[in-house]
């Protein structure tokens, strides 16, 4: 599998997602902490799409 690097708009929105679940986690952001998991892993598995597909 050749890797790709990430589009910058796939990059920021992985990025974003990840900044808010760190905020719903650590800094008690009731609306975001009951999903700061979902909201991590949603960035890295955005992150890991960009990162293996191609024009993604």
């Known amino acids: ?9 796939v990059f920021y929105i992985s990025a974003v997602l990840a900044i808010l679940g760190i905020l719903g986690k650590y ?13 991590i892993l949603a960035a890295y598995v955005l992150l ?9």
């Not at 599998?1 to 708009?9: I, R, S």
């Open 1 to 9: 599998m050749k890797l790709t690097p990430p589009t910058q708009n």
């Open 27 to 39: 800094a008690g952001i009731t609306a975001l902490a009951g999903s700061a998991f979902l909201l």
């Open 48 to 56: 890991f799409l960009g990162n293996s597909m191609k024009g993604f």
